[in-house]
């Protein structure tokens, strides 16, 4: 399968190298328009052609599928190309912006029977698909909440603001492990540095059953914490992505009702063991690049299909409308 990537960025980058890694593709093409960006991409890849022209790819017959991993204001039009050019399609989260281009894709991609897909990293990440496995199990009883911290100093984007570069994570990881859309969606951001950018922001979801969803996301904070908690009625997990080996704990705790002191709702605490499950260290990276590669040639869809792109994108613009009214419950 011969491939081709747009953007040869930090993103494009890791990209790259994992295209290259898996023995059913072959990275024919690096596009990028920046010079400096050809540059460090030929002295890597000398085997590939640099160039800056999208059209070379496009009209290039010998070309199965194209990664795109630009600025994401640039996503909708490169992939409308690329799938109107007969090129199976893998798009950079968030996939697009607006639902209509996201429904206009799909359109193509359906007409030209092409794969379309979305890179959401983390559904591949073995600490991700492990804590899926210990919900699904009932292991840790009914969730009642998550609560996601990403921040760091982050890089400023000009064509988003920080839900849409880093929630965009939070939430693909929520729905894979939740499988349904919260009810309701309020958010609350601030523009500190550039206008209409906000560049910090606070998310709420609510679920039935009481179960709520918090996730903060910074580009302002001097530390860097990649952190998930979730709490189950049974027991509760803390992902902590930052940690160099033991990423994900499982805590054997909850909180009871004592019983006997039902008029004066005091409660227990259960404090049990701490473990430490085993899970798949495999570059996530790696297995989302074999799933693109799977789907196209057996014609299935991949785990961060289209329908996975359009529920984030979904919680994104109501997240987006709430902030513009000061926080309000936006229905989904
Ligand atoms: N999945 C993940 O974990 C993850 C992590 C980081 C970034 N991303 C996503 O990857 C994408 C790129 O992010 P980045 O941090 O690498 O950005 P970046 O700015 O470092 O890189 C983007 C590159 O695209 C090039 N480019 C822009 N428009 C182009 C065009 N029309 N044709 C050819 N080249 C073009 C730029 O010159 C630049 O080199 C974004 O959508 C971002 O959200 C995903």
């Given at each position: 399968m011969n491939v081709a990537l747009i953007g040869y960025g930090y993103w494009g980058i890791n990209l790259a190298r994992n295209v290259v890694q898996?023995?059913?593709?072959?990275?024919k093409y690096i596009v990028d328009t920046n010079k400096s960006r050809i540059d460090l991409a030929q002295k890597t890849y000398s085997g590939v052609s640099v160039i800056a022209e999208f059209d070379v790819v496009l009209k290039d017959p010998n070309i199965d599928a194209i990664i795109i991993a630009t600025n994401p204001a640039s996503h909708y039009e490169l992939a409308k190309k690329s799938l109107q050019n007969g090129k199976h399609t893998l798009v950079e989260k968030?996939?697009?912006?607006?639902m209509t281009q996201a429904e206009d894709l799909h359109e193509i991609a359906e007409k030209n029977k092409l794969t379309l897909m979305v890179d959401h990293t983390f559904m591949y990440n073995g600490v991700v698909r492990k804590m899926k496995q210990i919900i699904d199990s009932d292991d840790i009883g009914d969730v009642k909440y998550i609560d996601a911290t990403r921040i760091n100093l982050g890089i400023f984007q000009?064509?988003?603001n920080v839900l849409w570069d880093l929630a965009t994570h939070d939430l693909s990881i929520v729905h894979f492990l939740m499988g349904s859309l919260p009810n309701t969606v309020s958010a609350i951001g601030k523009c500190?540095?550039?206008?209409?950018?906000?560049?910090i922001a606070y998310l709420i979801l609510q679920y039935d059953n009481d179960v709520i969803v918090h996730i903060h996301s910074s580009w302002m904070s001097p530390v860097k914490i990649r952190k998930m908690l979730i709490g189950g009625d049974k027991k509760m997990i803390v992902y902590d992505?930052?940690?160099?080996?033991?990423k994900l704990k499982i805590y054997d705790s909850s909180i009871i009702l004592n019983n006997e002191n039902r008029e004066q709702l005091l409660v227990d605490y259960r404090i049990g063991d701490v473990f430490v499950p085993k899970y798949n260290t495999q570059e996530p990276l790696a297995l989302m690049i074999q799933d693109f590669e799977q789907s196209i040639i057996t014609n299935r869809k991949p785990l961060s299909d289209l329908q996975s792109s359009i529920n984030v994108i979904k919680i994104l613009k109501a997240a987006q409308a709430s902030i513009l009214h000061k926080g309000r419950e936006i229905q989904l």
């Open positions: 898996n023995s059913k593709m072959t990275l968030p996939m697009v912006t607006e000009n064509d988003i500190h540095i550039k206008p209409n950018i906000e560049n992505d930052i940690e160099p080996t033991e």
